[in-house]
């Protein structure tokens, strides 16, 4: 409950302190949603329309393809928390701006630290070299790419607090490039064996799901 307390808190931050073009021409904040206590973390890049709509990050097809990931490990976005690099969302879906990075990362890394999470699954390249730079947003560039970095485990040390970094292409890549399906399974095996989690019976492929 703490936790939860404490993520209001910032959200209500966001209302009273970032008013920058994104959110003028926003329908809705996307803060964040989820388990407050979960011991993994998803960070996406930016809201995309359908999250705009409704304010809740990851509920349109990418929020469906992580979804069918997730029980393939035996978990649910319920046991998760997920949030985004951006608050708010570019128009046209682009991505992500230095400016803006700027601007709404240092909500994101306090909701990091709020959440505590054992693990974090950056989705996609902005997400994965924002956290792999330590927050630095000018060693963000001295990062490769996630085409090099998915599936890769790496603990970091931030402030004292440790933590494991996991990146993964973002589900929507695989909305455009199908070939990307068979990597985000196994990379998301690769997470759930991390975790310890149970295997399903027979591992069986998303196709099945779909």
Known sequence: ????????QIKQRITDELFDDLRKNS???????????????????APGEQ??????????AAGRELDKLLRMIGLTLEDVY??????????????PQVDEIKAHTPYLVEQIKIIQPAVICTLGNFSTKFVLAK?????????????????QIEKITINGFTF???PLYHPAAMLYKPPLRAVL??????????????????????????
Do not use: C
């Open 82 to 95: 997920i949030a985004n690099i951006l608050k708010y969302r570019p128009p046209n879906n682009r991505n």
């Open 185 to 210: 399974e196994e990379d998301i095996k690769a997470v759930g064996a991390f975790l310890g989690r149970p295997k399903l019976p027979d591992e069986p492929s998303l196709k099945q799901w779909m």
């Open 164 to 166: 494991t970094v996991i």
């Open 51 to 60: 999250e705009d709509k409704q304010g809740i990050p990851f509920v349109g």
């Open 135 to 151: 927050f630095d947003i000018d060693g963000m560039q001295k990062i490769q790419g996630i085409s090099k970095l998915h599936g």
């Open 1 to 8: 409950m703490e936790k939860s307390r404490q993520l209001e």
């Open 27 to 45: 329908t809705n904040m996307v803060f964040g949603k989820g388990n407050a206590d979960a011991s993994i973390m998803f960070i996406g890049e």
